[in-house]
Every structure is written in structure tokens, then in C-alpha cells.
């Protein structure tokens, strides 16, 4: 049994250190509603000059970002294409279809990549018959595909042939930070083929809440309408603002520090009997576990009275997320755990 839990559900289970309160504490703030607060425009100046883009705008939260993307860049009506795993399909309990009115067309990725064939293929001919494609999702780093990364040629590809349809492009970046660490790429560099990027500071960053939107001025303008008319506008949300910039400054450069400990927990699990482990595949911090015929959740539950805590996924699945609360001492000690389980 460990002295403390070694939490590795997600990365969105940090807590604000001191050194993060204190900078919240300090923030000067004012009504961001009527354009007062300081902080909050310092943090969407900082956003949008990391993404390339004209403007940003801090939301309450990732599934926001997205669906207002969503509804910036569509009409009720209107198809969107995405992977079938994507998080704005899984986990954003029916936003497109509640808040967008669009209907989803869903591709079948390989750990969330799908080719430009694929979307081609995924069009329907111009006819009153179908509901008019608009936009193309992409999610990188994608989730449900292990924290992959999307290579830079495969979403210059995917982006020319949407384009070439007219289609409009919204990069879900909730882990973008990731994926320009593992890459090399720039946040900027990937956000260039879109028109609207999402990013979060509440995941491998650590801030304790808070995502924003970033693409062109006017883009932007009508996303901060549908903000406003969904309720996410926010009074003196400088002091969430702060925390967030404070996440960028001091957090993002250690990102390869949990993409290190995700690979080393791949490798160790690799090694032990009855699991099936995608070493190869482990670009960033997440890592998904088959358990073979043992039932997930009860492992899960075995794991946690040991003291390390995953998430069961699926029946036979187990989620591994790296973050900023565990060190490489704290992997091993994980491995020893899986290794006493029999
Ligand atoms: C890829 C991806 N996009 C969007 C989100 C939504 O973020 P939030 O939980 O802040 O709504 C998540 C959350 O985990 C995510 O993994």
C-alpha cells in the first residue's frame, strides 16, 4: 500500500500550487463582460499570438469552445465530418446536435486519423437529398486514439481536400500543447490550416479551469454572441485568467517530462502477463490498458485499494493518464503495483 494515491485518471485532476494561487490571488480584474478585465485580454492577446490567429476568447471550459466553433461556422441543418471517436462525438453530450442543430458524419480513423480518401469518400453528391456538408473537425491530440498526434502532412492533406470542397476547418487542440511538444510542430504551425482552434489550460497545463477559442477577428465576434446567449460570459474571470497564463509560462515546457512517464509505464506494462499495451503507439501522456479477459472496473478497484488510481474505459479497458502530480519514482512504483496484481 502507497502513503499517497498515485492518481492517473486524467490530466485534468491537478490543483492549483502556491505559487499558482498566489498569481490568481494577485490578478487584477474587472467586469469581462463590459471589457474591464485586464487579465482576461492580456491571456486572449498571449493565446492568439501563440496560435497564429487574429483574436482568442477564454471560455469556462473545452466542450464550450468547440460547440461554439461549431455554431459559429455552421447552419442548422448542416452536416459536419469527424472521426467517430472524436471527443466532440463522445463526450459532449449531444452538443451539435442541441446547440448546432447539425448532424454528425463520422469517419473511421485509425486511433482518430483519418485520410483525405476518407473524407472524400465520406462527401455526399450536391443534392437537395443531403444534409450540406460545412466543416471538418479534427482532434489533436486525440483521445480516444491514445493521445496520438497528427502528423503535419496528414492534416495538410485532409485540410487541401477540405478546402478544396469548400468546408470550413475547427482544430479541437484540448491537448495542442501535447502534440507540439512530442512533434516539434508549433501550436501555431498546426493551427494555421483551420479556422478555429480550441486549446485548454485545465489539462496537462494544470490550470484549475478555463479553454479558449481562437480564429479570425470576425469569427470570433459571433462566437463571443453565442457565448453570451449560452451563458458562458463571465464578470471578474481575470483570477481564472491568471492561473491560466501562469499555466503557460511555467507548464507547458514540462509536458515532455509526462510524455517520458507515459512511455516508461508502456514499456514496464509491455513486460508483464495479461495486458495488452500499444508501447509503440504511446506519443504523449495518455495510455490505454487492455485487460485482456479481466474484468476493468474491478481491476481498477484492486489498483486504487493499492493506491494507484485509473479509469476503466470500457469492460476491458483501463485509461492511463500522465500528469503534473506524478514523477518517474511514482511510474515505478505503478509498475510495482501491476506486477503484484495475479
Ligand atoms: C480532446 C478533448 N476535447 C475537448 C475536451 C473537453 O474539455 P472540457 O472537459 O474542458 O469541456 C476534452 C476533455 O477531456 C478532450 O479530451
Redesign the pocket.
Given at each position: 500500500m502507497l502513503n499517497g494515491k498515485i492518481d492517473l485518471r486524467s490530466d485534468?485532476i491537478t490543483q492549483p500550487d502556491t505559487t499558482m494561487r498566489e498569481a490568481m490571488a494577485s490578478a487584477v480584474v474587472g467586469d469581462d463582460v463590459l471589457g474591464d478585465d485586464p487579465t482576461v485580454q492580456e491571456l486572449e492577446q498571449h493565446t492568439a499570438e501563440l496560435l497564429g490567429k487574429e483574436a482568442a476568447m477564454f471560455v469556462p471550459?473545452?466542450?464550450?469552445a468547440?460547440q461554439l466553433a461549431i455554431r459559429s461556422l455552421t447552419r442548422p441543418g448542416d452536416a459536419i465530418l469527424l472521426d467517430a471517436n472524436a471527443?466532440i462525438h463522445c463526450?459532449e453530450a449531444g452538443a451539435p446536435a442541441a446547440l448546432a442543430g447539425v448532424q454528425v458524419s463520422l469517419l473511421d480513423g485509425q486511433r482518430g486519423l483519418f485520410t483525405a480518401e476518407q473524407l472524400e469518400t465520406a462527401l455526399p453528391p450536391r443534392d437537395n437529398h443531403f444534409a450540406p456538408p460545412s466543416l471538418v473537425c479534427i482532434?489533436n491530440t486525440h483521445?480516444r486514439g491514445g493521445g496520438s498526434v497528427w502528423p503535419l502532412a496528414e492534416i495538410e492533406s485532409v485540410t487541401n481536400t477540405a478546402r478544396q470542397h469548400g468546408l470550413a476547418l475547427h482544430l479541437?487542440g484540448?491537448?495542442l500543447w501535447n502534440a507540439a511538444a512530442a512533434s516539434g510542430v508549433s501550436e501555431a504551425g498546426y493551427a494555421d490550416h483551420f479556422d478555429t482552434v480550441?486549446v485548454?489550460f485545465?489539462?496537462g497545463l494544470g490550470a484549475p479551469v478555463g479553454?479558449a477559442l481562437a480564429g479570425t477577428t470576425n469569427v470570433i465576434a459571433k462566437a463571443r454572441f453565442y457565448r453570451k446567449q449560452q451563458g458562458g460570459a463571465m464578470r471578474q474571470v481575470g483570477i481564472l485568467a491568471a492561473a491560466a497564463i501562469h499555466a503557460l509560462e511555467h507548464n507547458r515546457s514540462r509536458l515532455a517530462n509526462d510524455h517520458a512517464n507515459c512511455r516508461a509505464l508502456a514499456n514496464g506494462l509491455a513486460k508483464l502477463p495479461g495486458l495488452e499495451i500499444d508501447a509503440a503507439g504511446t506519443e504523449t501522456n495518455m495510455l490505454f490498458i487492455g485487460t485482456g479477459r479481466r474484468d476493468a472496473a474491478a481491476l481498477a478497484e484492486r489498483l486504487n485499494e493499492s493506491g494507484v488510481r485509473l479509469l476503466a474505459t470500457g469492460p476491458h479497458t483501463l485509461r492511463a493518464v500522465t500528469n503534473l502530480t506524478v514523477n518517474s519514482e511514482e511510474i515505478n512504483q505503478t509498475l510495482t503495483v501491476f506486477g503484484q496484481l495475479n
Open positions: 485534468t471550459s473545452g466542450t464550450m468547440n471527443h463526450y482532434e483521445n479541437d484540448a491537448r480550441s485548454c485545465s489539462k479553454s
